[in-house]
């Protein structure tokens, strides 16, 4: 497809787990984003790639919380010993990399912890 | 840290009317954009601003990057009921950088 795509669209799990995210962006898309939308809010940023490497890690709210993007295109969000306080909507998004081009974001993973 | 206020926080309107909602900040933003999303789907883009002062349509939507670049407004004209939704504003530091989004606001249209 043309747009970004993550899977899974739903995931279920019991407190305690580990979770993977995986985020597949626009073709040729050097920029992916990751975010976190709660209920009734807007997305919350957690982490910037450009390329392989983790421009922006700031958003990450603790150490439970890693992502990678090995060969520069599909990016994975794990989540070690998830927390109840962690079922969101994850969004991923993707972009070229260059100034003045936006962001455009996939239809997220429901994450609901048990 | 930083926040956009977004408002106002909902809306209902009769079809046909105009809209017009904000998004102000007190920390200045070298861009703003304004998404779109319907239940179980990402955000999608509507307008993106990158000047201060620009004014920018798509369609029946016009957007506003506010002169001082700590504000912005979206207008949607003749409202349909697909218009419906969840509108949110984001503003980025720099170009290529994470977003900061508001809170949305929800428009209900009645037919």
């Given at each position: 497809g043309a747009g970004v795509s993550q899977t899974p669209s739903n995931k279920v799990t019991e407190k305690g787990k580990y979770v993977e995210l995986r985020c597949d962006p626009i073709s040729g898309h050097t920029a992916l984003y990751w975010y976190r939308q709660s209920l009734g809010q807007g997305p919350e940023f957690l982490i910037y790639f450009q390329g392989t490497g983790a421009a922006d890690d700031s958003g990450l709210p603790n150490d439970r919380f890693f992502a990678v993007r090995p060969e520069g295109s599909v990016s994975t969000l794990k989540i070690q010993r998830t927390e109840r306080g962690d079922s969101a909507v994850y969004l991923c998004a993707s972009s070229t990399g260059q100034a003045g081009q936006p962001q455009h974001f996939g239809d997220g993973t429901r994450l609901s912890i048990l | 840290g930083q926040q956009l206020n977004q408002s106002p926080q909902s809306m209902f309107i009769q079809e046909g009317e105009d809209v017009s909602m904000n998004c102000t900040s007190s920390s200045i933003f070298n861009t703003w954009l304004w998404y779109k999303q319907d239940?179980?789907?990402?955000?999608?883009?509507?307008?993106?601003?990158?000047?201060?002062?620009?004014?920018?349509?798509?369609?029946?939507?016009?957007?506003?990057?506010?002169?001082?670049?700590?504000?912005?407004?979206?207008?949607?004209?003749?409202?349909?009921?697909?218009?419906?939704?969840?509108?949110?504003?984001?503003?980025?530091?720099?170009?290529?950088?994470?977003?900061?989004?508001?809170?949305?606001?929800?428009?209900?249209?009645?037919?």
């Open positions: - | 239940p179980g789907e990402g955000p999608v883009l509507l307008i993106a601003l990158y000047k201060a002062g620009e004014l920018t349509s798509n369609g029946r939507l016009t957007a506003q990057f506010g002169i001082t670049r700590k504000d912005s407004f979206l207008n949607i004209s003749a409202s349909i009921p697909s218009d419906v939704g969840i509108y949110f504003c984001a503003a980025q530091r720099s170009n290529t950088g994470k977003l900061i989004f508001g809170q949305g606001t929800t428009l209900q249209v009645k037919p």
